[in-house]
């Protein structure tokens, strides 16, 4: 039950905060595009995957 409610609940509240509280809302103050391009990248790159990045990597096997 702990592992669920910290999975499901507490990791994706805490990323929010992180991105869109914290680096969104920081740079936001001084330059707002700027503020949510920079946030938005940076939560992209944090969730993008390696083999998408790389596909010609020899681990990758699309058919798996």
């Known amino acids: ?3 669920f ?3 499901v609940l ?3 509240l ?3 905060l992180l991105y869109r509280v914290g680096l969104t809302g920081l740079i936001a103050r ?3 595009v700027l503020g949510i ?3 938005g990248l ?3 790159l944090a ?3 390696y083999y998408v990045l790389f596909p010609s990597s020899p681990r990758y096997n699309p058919t798996q």
Do not use: D, R
Request: without cysteine; neutral net charge.
């Open 1 to 3: 039950l702990l592992m």
């Open 5 to 7: 409610v910290m999975t």
């Open 10 to 12: 507490l990791a994706p």
């Open 14 to 16: 805490a990323e929010e």
């Open 30 to 32: 001084k330059k707002p």
């Open 37 to 39: 391009i920079v946030g």
């Open 42 to 44: 940076f939560f992209g």
């Open 47 to 49: 969730h993008i995957s």
